[in-house]
């Protein structure tokens, strides 16, 4: 073939699984994967459309990288991910740069695409496949070696008022277990050391095709696998956390006492108007109940602030909670208008000024908490999976509290003893930033 592909892959972790299946498929039939996008002779962009800071990056991006057919030896760009689907004639018509367009439902027939392209067709829109069944597919994974991505369902049956992944991915739709512990066992084949379960509602796991929730169960087939040392589960909605589920993570060695919980708000009233299933009461007993039962748990939370009618009174109540309940990672989001979605018809719109000083003030709030959190761990002696070297060769890693990219790191100083990359080791905690720790390697002589 010799030709050059080069992938940029913006948004979620889902939508990175996407994108390690076509470099895989793309791969396979021989093309080359460079990471320089000069070097490239096809460039694929799979796009964010969630909100609008990320339409924002995937147009620069898009506008950035067909810059290469001017300067570079780039002869097709393609844009594949949420926004293709969602823009895909706009994108086509305002962008004469891009030769095609593919949905979230047709990236696994990307080399069709990329050889139809190829021929001298133009404005290809390969969309609209949103209830497509997939199970395991081959990945060129683009994580360090030692962690991995599982996408174990996809698509979404909530119908949050301000969301619109329902429209860009489909209907809920469960994995077959089988074909996830495959992957599993087939990942650490390959030296991965921590999966990390992913989904639009990972807790709805099963549903769909077992007629109940086969998430606890999922997990403890897992455990099973012995080369496999942490379990992450990430998206969890809170008013399908059972106990089954608690406990089985209570119980585990392996999977991470860390609870991804995106509760968006804390007032009735809000939570009301987003369409969300919970109650502030039962986000609260649900909170009380993980932290009951498993005492050293871990709870990271996304809020939005500024949706519409949001007032003052709702805003101090979320405040007063983040100051009761000290969760210990929270990720604060203004509201973004999204067209098609029943919160952007809603009246009493927040004014962006007020939106991101509310942002501001919980921000701050949770700095002061998750600095008071992080000032209690010096001294203490923690379990630290090695990510990799800063420029300046110090070690980094996360504990179990932390999942990449997302949540906070610690940082080694362990003089000239070499670590292997992927390894878990004891750390002795001796400083503490805001979001980040210090330690040294307890069992060397850097001690």
Request: hydrophobic content about 35%; proline content about 2%; charged content about 30%.
């Amino acid at each position: 073939m010799n030709l050059n592909i080069g992938f940029v892959s913006l948004g979620c972790d889902k939508n990175r699984i996407d994108s390690e299946i076509m470099l895989s498929k793309l791969s396979k039939e021989g093309y080359k994967i460079v990471n320089d996008e000069k070097e490239a002779d096809i460039i694929i962009i799979n796009t964010c459309g969630f909100i609008n800071s990320a339409k924002e990056e995937s147009i620069n991006t898009i506008l950035e990288m067909a810059e290469n057919k001017k300067t570079g030896r780039c002869k097709l760009i393609i844009v594949a991910g949420c926004m293709a689907e969602r823009y895909k004639g706009e994108l086509l018509e305002e962008m004469p740069e891009i030769d095609a367009v593919v949905g979230t439902g047709n990236y696994y027939d990307i080399c069709n695409i990329v050889k139809e392209a190829l021929s001298g067709k133009y404005g290809i829109v390969k969309t609209d496949n949103l209830n497509y069944n997939f199970n395991y597919e081959e990945r060129i994974l683009t994580t360090p070696k030692h962690y991995a991505y599982i996408k174990i369902a996809e698509g979404c049956d909530n119908q949050c008022s301000y969301c619109i992944i329902p429209k860009l991915r489909g209907k809920f739709r469960s994995r077959d277990m089988d074909s996830i512990i495959h992957e599993a066992k087939e990942l650490s084949k390959k030296g991965v050391k921590e999966i990390i379960l992913v989904a639009q509602d990972t807790t709805m796991y099963g549903v769909d095709i077992y007629g109940k929730r086969m998430l606890p169960q999922l997990l403890k087939n897992l455990e099973a696998i012995e080369e496999i040392q942490w379990i992450r589960v990430m998206y969890s909605y809170p008013e399908k956390i059972s106990d089954e589920l608690i406990e089985t993570i209570a119980k585990s060695n392996k999977i991470c006492h860390y609870f991804d919980i995106p509760i968006q708000h804390i007032s009735n009233n809000i939570l009301k108007q987003m369409k969300r299933a919970s109650s502030s009461e039962e986000i609260i007993t649900k909170i009380n109940n993980i932290r009951n039962k498993v005492p050293d748990a871990v709870i990271r939370t996304s809020l939005i602030v500024g949706f519409p009618g949001e007032t003052e009174e709702d805003f101090n109540k979320l405040k007063q909670f983040l100051m009761d309940y000290k969760l210990d990672r929270v990720g604060v989001f203004t509201y973004s208008i999204e067209k098609d979605t029943i919160a952007a018809k809603m009246k009493d719109q927040i004014d962006d000024d007020i939106k991101n000083k509310r942002k501001d003030i919980l921000m701050k709030l949770q700095s002061e908490i998750s600095f008071n959190k992080n000032k209690e761990q010096i001294g203490k002696i923690i379990d630290v999976i090695i990510d990799g070297k800063t420029k300046n060769n110090q070690y980094y890693g996360r504990t179990y509290k932390d999942a990449p990219e997302i949540d906070q790191q610690v940082f080694i100083n362990c003089n000239d003893n070499k670590i292997d990359i992927g390894t878990i080791i004891k750390v002795k905690i001796i400083k503490a930033y805001t979001y980040d720790l210090i330690g040294v390697v307890y069992d060397e002589s850097c001690k």
